[in-house]
């Protein structure tokens, strides 16, 4: 296995870690064992490698083909790639509960004014980024 590929399989298990943690300092120790805390952390992180895949592999590709490597860039491009991965999430979600396409718009348009995803999901998506960065070290050949 590549440094690239292990890259890609370990950095998103930041984002289930990162829940974890977040509701182990918030929650009793029974809500941990609850059905609901553990479907949420497998839940994060299909949502995190799904993001991972979908938006950074070929975001990580361009950007090394450009020869722009520099581990700034993947703290930036993690941050965002976080962002629009909750936004899609949420969007996918709504759907799902069968809201309807106004109400999914308006959704939209709160979720991107909601400050509360983007501190919680942007610093999640800097560090899965980051740990991309420093385990595949695309400035290396």
């Given at each position: 296995m590549s440094r690239t590929e292990l890259a890609f399989v370990v950095a998103p298990l930041w984002v289930p870690v990162a829940l974890m943690i977040e509701?182990?300092?918030?929650?009793?120790?029974?809500d941990l064992l609850n059905f609901w805390a553990v479907f949420a952390g497998f839940a994060s992180l299909a949502?995190?490698?799904?993001?991972?895949?979908?938006?950074?592999?070929?975001?990580?590709?361009?950007?090394?083909?450009?020869?722009?490597?520099?581990?700034?860039?993947?703290?930036?491009?993690?941050?965002?790639i976080a962002v629009i991965t909750l936004f899609l999430f949420n969007v996918l979600f709504a759907l799902a509960l069968g809201y309807s396409v106004d109400d999914l718009l308006l959704g939209a348009l709160s979720s991107f004014s909601d400050w509360g995803a983007w501190i919680t999901a942007g610093p999640i998506g800097s560090l899965v980024g980051v740990t991309l960065w420093l385990i595949a070290r695309p400035d290396r050949s």
């Open positions: 509701w182990s300092l918030l929650a009793t120790p029974l949502i995190g490698y799904a993001g991972t895949f979908l938006f950074g592999v070929p975001a990580f590709l361009f950007l090394r083909s450009r020869n722009w490597t520099a581990p700034w860039i993947g703290a930036v491009l993690g941050f965002a």
